[in-house]
């Protein structure tokens, strides 16, 4: 992202009228907090003293605002004043040449030069010259502006230089520090520096709180030490970092919402179509066939019958009488035969057991515990002694050719199942008198006919559970842990602290929704905190991790438990 869509997208987000921490901002206002004194300072020092007046201080600490302030306070009327910087002009004929084309001239010496400043001040014109990064001036410059400060009898330039530190030294060397007076600036306090940053903020038609959490002023001050410039970069990177956050949070939506990926949700769709056609078949093994039909590869129709077991009626025992005694539905974990083999082996057997077959119909998958060498008018006789059988590993080929569904047997000719039915038409015929079998056993498996898909996971609720609080809130107040990330996604929060010993996350509530924050390590003071930095990985160094107490912490865990 360039600088200017990334100030675009800041705009547009926490609507300013324009970037409050660029470098030059529409109705710029000075803030008067401990520079107003010193500016005033400055005026005065120039008009008693004929000396260089000098104002250092680090990068960001705002020399270059103090020098505009101080060309803005200046009179008007009385006071020309010329600005330049070392950057373009550090050595000292380019810097009085541009000096002397400001007050209409073509000198490039210090007699020439002072020759258009006494007259000048003949009219009531006082010239003051400043010059920006005046560290970069070279010595020959730096003794040119000392004498032009100095003056001769018909006149003297005012001489203002906004340096850091590292000019300080060199005019100790070249003997001109007693020549010159230092004034050095001072970063802000806490208080201070909020201010600051309401000042800017207001300015861009927005409020501190609007922007700004107590968190992250804090982080803004501790960062940039109070100085002004610095407060103006870490005040812009914490809002585009909160916007990259917002970002991240609502991509990782999107691919959550989006569901299953495109080939999952059709291998879905081909399973439910297949199902359907099964159903809509109504038999089994119509349904089996179309689907071996349907795929090509007859292996697929064993598959399909394992996946249709579950919905197979209630097992049951059937008699020569025509009576059924349903079997516990702890029967269902006997292994089902598969069609072809119960094809086989009711080829091999005998018209006896075809004759039972034809004449009582049994639903598909039903065991039926009947020896195959005994006659029907003794399995009539032994049945109130017969109780369901145990499950057996494995079926043997008699207990195979009994266990095979009905209907997937090739039927045999109807001539000879009469045979042993009009020897003894008694047992065929159903007593009238006995009750019909109890419906409740066989509804538990018809509720199980069609097994509900399972109930999906019910999805976690919106503020997430609360990290380590414990953890937090049994740290001491003063001491300090490293502050890694905020996500808006409590998973990518567990998992990075799960990176290691030493990493925790905690929730907080910003903005009116949960953020999970993810820090490491306790440290007793923040310089060993910004110390550890340098020991963590690239990817975590690159996010800018900072020092924080655990007082803060604990004050934000119990403002997101109320």
Same mark, same amino acid.
């Given at each position: ?395 043997? @080929? $008699?207990?195979?050719?009994?266990? /095979? ?6 039927? #045999?000719? &109807? %001539? +000879? !199942? =009469? *045979? ?16 019909? @079998? $109890?419906?409740?056993?066989?509804? /538990? ?6 097994? #509900?898909? &399972? %109930? +999906? !996971? =019910? *999805? ?36 990075? !602290?799960? *990176? ?63």
């Amino acid at each position: 992202m360039t600088s200017l869509s990334a100030d675009e997208a800041l705009i547009e987000r926490y609507q300013f009228s324009h970037n409050p921490f660029s470098a030059r901002v529409p109705g710029f206002r000075f803030f008067a907090a401990r520079r107003k004194p010193l500016l005033t300072e400055l005026h005065q020092r120039s008009q008693r003293m004929a000396l260089v007046q000098i104002v250092c201080g680090p990068q960001g600490s705002g020399k270059t605002l103090m020098r505009q302030a101080l060309v803005a306070s200046s009179n008007k009327h009385n006071v020309l004043c010329l600005v330049a910087t070392a950057r373009q002009y550090a050595t000292a004929r380019d810097l009085l040449q541009h000096f002397s084309e400001g007050l209409g001239g073509h000198y490039a010496d210090c007699d020439g030069l002072l020759g258009q400043v006494a007259r000048l001040a003949q009219e009531g014109q006082t010239v003051y010259l400043l010059v920006d990064d005046a560290e970069r001036l070279h010595d020959d410059a730096l003794q040119a502006l000392v004498q032009l400060a100095v003056g001769d009898r018909d006149g003297r330039a005012h001489v203002f230089l906004f340096a850091r530190e590292t000019l300080l030294p060199r005019l100790d060397m070249l003997g001109e520090s007693e020549r010159c007076q230092v004034m050095h600036l001072s970063p802000y306090s806490f208080p201070e520096t909020c201010a600051y940053l309401a000042q800017r903020i207001e300015g861009a038609k927005q409020s501190l709180e609007a922007v700004f959490d107590s968190e992250q002023l804090e982080r803004i001050h501790e960062e940039s030490a109070g100085w002004p410039g610095e407060i103006n970069r870490v005040a812009a990177e914490v809002l585009h970092e909160a916007l990259l956050a917002e970002e991240a949070g609502g991509a990782r939506a999107g691919a959550a919402s989006a569901g299953l990926p495109r080939r999952h949700v059709l291998a879905v769709l081909g399973v439910l179509l297949m199902l359907g056609a099964l159903v809509l078949f109504g038999k089994q093994g119509n349904g089996l066939d179309w689907l071996a039909r349907l795929s090509g590869d007859p292996a697929s129709v064993p598959a399909a019958e394992e996946a249709l077991a579950p919905v197979a009626e209630a097992p049951a025992i059937v008699f020569a009488d025509g009576q059924s005694v349903p079997l516990p539905l702890a029967g269902q974990a006997q292994p089902l035969l598969r069609e072809p083999l119960a094809r086989e082996v009711a080829r091999t057997q005998g018209a006896e057991l075809d004759a039972v077959h034809a004449a009582q119909p049994s639903a598909a998958g039903n065991v039926l515990p009947l020896a195959p060498t005994t006659p029907a008018p003794a399995a009539a006789a032994s049945a109130p002694a017969v109780t369901p059988p145990a499950p057996t590993p494995a079926p043997t @080929p $008699a207990s195979a050719a009994i266990s /095979a569904p009905a209907p997937q047997a090739p039927a #045999p000719a &109807p %001539a +000879p !199942a =009469p *045979a042993p039915v009009a020897a003894k038409p008694a047992p065929v015929t159903p007593p009238p008198a006995r009750p019909a @079998p $109890a419906p409740a056993p066989a509804a /538990a498996p018809t509720a199980r006919a069609t097994p #509900p898909a &399972p %109930a +999906p !996971a =019910p *999805a976690p609720a919106a503020t997430g559970s609360a990290g380590d609080n414990s953890w937090y809130l049994g740290q001491p107040v003063g001491q300090y842990t490293l502050q890694l990330m905020g996500t808006r996604s409590e998973a990518s929060a567990r998992q990075l !602290a799960g *990176a290691g010993a030493g990493y925790h996350y905690f929730r907080k509530v910003h903005q009116g929704q949960p953020l999970y924050v993810v820090t490491y390590g306790r440290f007793a003071n923040a310089s060993a905190a910004r110390a550890a930095v340098a020991a963590l990985p690239a990817r975590l160094q690159a996010g800018k991790p900072w020092p924080r107490t655990f007082a803060s912490i604990q004050q934000e865990i119990r403002q997101a438990g109320r």
